[in-house]
């Protein structure tokens, strides 16, 4: 019997006792169970307010007239009022059994569900700019994303995860520009650089020779628009450099795709999707919904009375241009239910213009589109600011916290051969990073302290990573399979019923953590999870106990910890590892 069975029986045995003895009622119907804030309260809770209108009583005192009426069993062993609500003790033994058989059978895939079964959505994530390396702005952007994505897969969702890179435009061709200047033909093989920093470093030219004087910022802007017009126009010399210039990237690009465990189905190019956006301005303008401008330009206003230019006087397509045609793109293409971009708050009113500006051309589909706005992330001395030079980059936060991993597992195995400890290192590092990025809900900012993340205590990736660890080398020292046949009453303990408790919760919890797209809440549930292993691990020897059932008793209790404990890890995005 699987936990929403058991819950089921107990909902079933509720409603038909309500009917009995108030009457038939819809919101009995409704009625969903909870558990008690303390274990010895009971195993499930039931609140009464929902009924308290409809049968014009107190909550308490409905709850005190269901206690005395439902009627106990050999699985539900006591129904208790408490105020408002009501408590159930299940038979400790079948409860046990009933769920430990449920995790062993199910594996990996406890917790998963077909909720989303038939449906199909569309996440675009991360749409890098090739003219500079990732930073850590992307890295949040790309850990929610993949975090996301694995709890919707988990809910039976189908997931197409889409990259649109912005590879055109007038921010490449600035570096594009001071490439052809002060380059001087070298290359990202010659300089030894990886090739995203490579070009970097020519965006951050281009602004800090701007900078000099007013006359050299206004040639700079001149020399790029007319790079851009040549681009546009297809003239073979600009396009050659452009495409050298961003393999450069895109191959710098691969590399911290593949460190980050970043995933992805599609990816499609501004520089292919801006011809189909300007065909969605010409339809607009042939329905008279966008104006052109005394110079030249196309514009669309807004319910509000702002403008949006859509197309420059010049004729060359802007940012909103592709998203546009990226839109049309994906609709046509993949046919998602949802399409759901993750971007970063400062676009909150990008796309909420993409989508009015797609309304207003007649694409009912736009109510399809939908975007998920995250929090900014913060350095000590304020946000970055790549123009400038003065970003983390991502390759470079993901180095510099690997040597701080490396640190911590020096400090504790100082004998460990390099090249184990420097494999543990990687894999705690990002456990760090994506823990840190992701333990707080998407909106709120954040301000990241590598120091604070790599802690292996406290609430962090590599604390949860050291309790899956720990149920592995139990696991490992008992050199025993455990099963579910086995006599669960004597496991008395608190600490015991309250890591059950945890266990017992998970579906629910990867239920809720998809549905509102928050990481963030298993981010929690897996660090108290945790915390309630290392608490059991402390209090209840496991293979010192006093009896054989009871040292198999508590083994299970540990296996099934142990799949929980590494299937929330994954669903972050963490590798779970058996030694620290």
Known sequence: MSIEDIKNLILSRTRETIRENFGHSELAEKLVLTFPPDVSFGDFALECFPLAKEFKKPPAEIAEELALKIKPSEIIKNIQADGPYLNFKISKDFLFKEVLREIFEKGENFGNSEIGKNSLFLLEYLSPNTNKPLHLGHIRNGVLAMAISNLLEAQGYKIIKANLVNDRGIHICQSTLAWQKWGGGETPRSSGVKGDHFVGRFYVRYHSEAGKSPEIKEQLEKETRQMLQKWEAGDKEIIELWQTMNQWVEQGFEETYKELGLKFDVFDYESETYKLGKKIVEIGIQKG??????DGAFIAELTNGQKIT??????????????????????????????IYVSAVEQDFHFKTLFEILEMVGFQWAKKLNHLSYGLVNLPEGKMKSREGKV???????????????????????????????????????????????????????????????????????????????AANILKKANKEVGAEIDFSVLNKKEELILFRHLIQFPEKIRLAAKEFNPAAISEYLFETAKAFNHFYTFCPVLAGETENLIEARLALVRAASIILKKSLNLLGIEALKAM
């Open 392 to 470: 983390v980059d991502a390759d470079d936060l993901i180095s510099a916290i690997k040597d701080l991993a490396l640190e911590e597992i020096l400090k504790r195995h100082s004998d460990l051969e390099k090249s184990e400890a420097l494999e543990r290192a990687k894999k705690i590092g990002l456990a760090a990073i994506k823990f840190y990025l992701l333990r707080v809900k998407p909106v709120q900012e954040i301000n990241f302290n590598p120091k604070e993340s790599i802690s292996f205590d406290g609430f962090t990736g590599p604390y949860c990573q050291y309790a899956y660890g720990r």
């Open 289 to 294: 919904v966008f104006k052109k401008t005394e």
């Open 310 to 339: 859509l197309i420059r006087s010049d004729g060359t397509s802007v940012y909103i241009t592709q998203d546009l045609g990226a839109a049309k793109l994906r609709i046509e293409r993949h046919r998602p239910d949802r399409l």
